[in-house]
């Protein structure tokens, strides 16, 4: 926001330097940018934080240097003569859309001439950077730059029916803007029409058909609320940004609407005469009434750890512009002005006491009683997978939520419904919520491989955006990907390590799965008891192709959500065997494609609850097993926590994970 130094001089008296009023506006929120002359004026830059629309005019910064400076604020009178017939004969105005303009104020003048505007006007708005059109559009750029409410004037004469509808576009509407570019409007935009055509995008410019020219004679001027998303989603659509817009975007003041329409008519008459119709033709309901918000004093010591005298404190919101209701020697009741919309709740009125009273003058080591927030269950299982994936070689890496339709197709394990999409010019490829994480660690390792990087194991924990039809909102789990050249059975011990850490009470179970981002036989599901929790696999070829790698890699994904109903956060106490285990070994012939993942799950399933561990010893192709089989040789641990167990129980356990073998994936036992 540029601040001309003689036009604030206008609302409040300044008896102090430019410096020292910029250092208080500072050290209040309204950080200094820099100064400079223009023109026998200064311009002060200002940074206005998006929650202080207020502060976008003058009159905003005149009421913050008051509140500073202790002063008060004079804002300008308005009083102009009006005429028959009222501005209600004249025109008329109706409101199609209250989700979008809940208010709209338009007044008519007529017999306006329409000619330069006198040089204080010019150098008011050069020194705030804004060019000079003509006297009318200069007033209306004026009080938006004194008040922060945009306004607009019309050619009366040129809007058909001189009538005003606000409405929705409608299909394929066109507009000219002033700009004279012509733009497509669509049915969620928001414009300003009369009986027959749009004649504004609302809140972002106006129609070249009935802008004001020199052979304007009649205005009607407009003065408006708008939905300020809806303002935003316009302005990003057409690629149109204005000093409205953005006023708009931050929210204004609903009750100085016919402050500002009526600030406007006022120059008008003095700088390019005319008559001002009797009152105005409005819609929409009055301005509600705010409820109060009540500050106990004691809060200020506990938050901001000095004490502020209950007095000051009260002066400061009523200096601010805050009505007073009630007050006892504990707390006082307030009434927040229309125009600060930010103030809503008791911590709200503690940070404006305690900037107005100086946060310089907070010693800094002022005692503030605080307390340390236990991380909660799911920042832990967070922090654990973290750690025990960095431990064993992996680097993190964050991604978009956003991706393009080639990554949604290229790994779809958690649902085959149709991405959630976005319709955005912001967006026009990678517009889809992803339902994965995996597409993106593979675009990156392609990334990492490209600059020489061949050997990149990541992982990312986030979120991923499942359609819902049974609910309002979407499924949105939090999973963690994992990415890496390793071997399958190294990544299916990374994943067994984070199962360990968790304290997971079930063992991880790995069921075959068919799918096509898989190479055959190299895939599978990972289940907790009969809980589906992720899958693990190595990428198919066309997977690989896909992403163009250099070599194949191996991936799994892992829902972190269910990982944390499973996980005991509390280690529990297990003590150390005492009780000597039996070994024994297993060396059986399988056909190539049966994964190890798979022998060692259903051997898992078929020993029984004496098992204590499934060891892979190794792997041999040779002359000695036929063309397309391979031999896996393992080693079976058996212990129980109360006794030593026997012979016959070993062999027992033993037949039954062979037969387990034999049945399923038609294993042939070979001698060890």
Request: net charge negative; proline share 6%.
């Amino acid at each position: 926001m540029i601040v001309s130094w003689n036009w604030l001089k206008q609302y409040i008296k300044l008896d102090i330097s430019v410096d020292e009023l910029a250092h208080r506006l500072t050290m209040a929120g309204l950080n200094h940018e820099s100064t400079s002359d223009v023109e026998g004026d200064i311009a002060i830059d200002l940074e206005v934080t998006s929650n202080r629309p207020d502060c976008l005019g003058h009159i905003g910064i005149a009421r913050e240097a008051a509140a500073v400076l202790g002063r008060e604020v004079t804002p300008p009178k308005v009083d102009f003569a009006t005429s028959r017939p009222a501005a209600v004969d004249l025109t008329r105005v109706e409101i199609a859309c209250p989700d979008l303009c809940p208010r709209y104020i338009a007044r008519v003048i007529r017999r306006v001439k329409i000619g330069p505007s006198p040089d204080w006007l010019r150098r008011r708005l050069a020194t705030c950077r804004v060019a000079s059109i003509n006297n009318v559009v200069d007033i209306t750029n004026y009080v938006l730059l004194e008040a922060s409410q945009p306004l607009h004037a019309f050619d009366f004469d040129k809007l058909t029916e001189r009538r005003i509808v606000v409405r929705r576009a409608r299909a394929g509407e066109t507009i000219n803007a002033i700009n004279q570019k012509r733009y497509e409007l669509t049915a969620d935009m928001c414009v300003i029409a009369d009986a027959s055509r749009a004649v504004a995008v609302a809140g972002v410019m106006g129609g070249f058909d009935t802008e004001v020219s020199d052979r304007t004679t009649s205005l009607l001027i407009e003065s408006a609320e708008f939905d300020p998303l809806a303002i935003r989603r316009t302005s990003r659509r057409l690629g149109l940004s204005s000093e409205s817009s953005y006023r708009f975007i931050r929210g204004v003041d609903p009750a100085g609407l016919d402050w500002a329409s009526r600030r406007c008519c006022q120059l008008i008459v003095e700088l390019a005469g005319g008559e001002v119709a009797e009152g105005a033709a409005s819609a929409g309901p009055p301005v509600a009434e705010r409820p109060g918000v009540v500050l106990r004093f004691a809060q200020l010591k506990r938050i901001l750890g000095i004490d502020i005298d209950p007095a000051e404190a009260r002066s400061i919101l009523q200096r601010l512009g805050l009505a007073e209701l009630r007050h006892d020697a504990a707390t006082v009741e307030v009434r927040p002005p229309n125009w600060r919309r930010d103030l809503e709740r008791e911590i709200d009125l503690v940070e404006e006491v305690g900037r107005i009273h100086g946060y310089a003058d907070v010693p800094e080591d002022v005692a503030v009683p605080m307390t340390t927030a236990p991380r909660t269950p799911r920042e832990r299982v967070d922090a654990l997978i973290r750690h025990t994936l960095t431990a064993a070689g992996f680097s993190e890496a964050a991604t978009m939520s956003f991706v393009d339709q080639s990554l949604v197709d290229a790994f779809r394990p958690w649902s085959a419904d149709p991405p959630l999409a976005v319709d955005h010019p912001s967006r026009r490829h990678e517009n889809m919520l992803r339902q994965t994480l995996v597409p993106s660690l593979l675009a990156v390792r392609r990334l990492n491989e490209s600059r020489g990087t061949f050997e990149s194991d990541l992982f990312e924990l986030a979120r991923v955006y499942l359609p819902a039809t049974a609910r309002p909102l979407p499924h949105e789990p939090r999973l963690a990907a994992l990415v890496t050249g390793r071997e399958l059975g190294e990544l299916k011990g990374v994943v067994e390590n984070v199962l360990d850490q968790l304290h997971v009470a079930l063992s991880l179970d790995v069921r075959a799965a068919d799918r096509p981002e898989f190479a055959p036989g190299r895939g599978g599901e990972l289940h907790i008891g009969d809980q589906l929790f992720g899958y693990i696999g190595q990428a198919s070829d066309a997977l690989v192709a896909k992403f163009d790698l250099r070599k194949t890699c191996c991936i799994a994904e892992l829902d972190v959500d269910r990982l944390l109903a499973a996980a005991q956060l509390i280690p529990q106490f297990r003590p150390v065997p005492h009780l000597p285990a039996s070994e024994r070994e297993i060396s059986m012939i399988f056909n190539e494609a049966v994964p190890w993942l798979i022998v060692e799950s259903l051997v898992r399933q078929a020993a029984g609850a004496h098992l204590e561990s499934v060891r892979f010893l190794g792997l041999y192709r040779g002359r000695q097993i036929p063309a397309g089989k391979k031999n896996l040789h393992f080693g079976l641990t058996y212990r129980a926590a109360d006794r030593t167990l026997t012979r016959e129980e070993v062999d027992q356990s033993q037949q039954a994970a062979i037969a387990k073998l034999r049945s399923e994936l038609g294993g042939e036992l070979r001698g060890v």
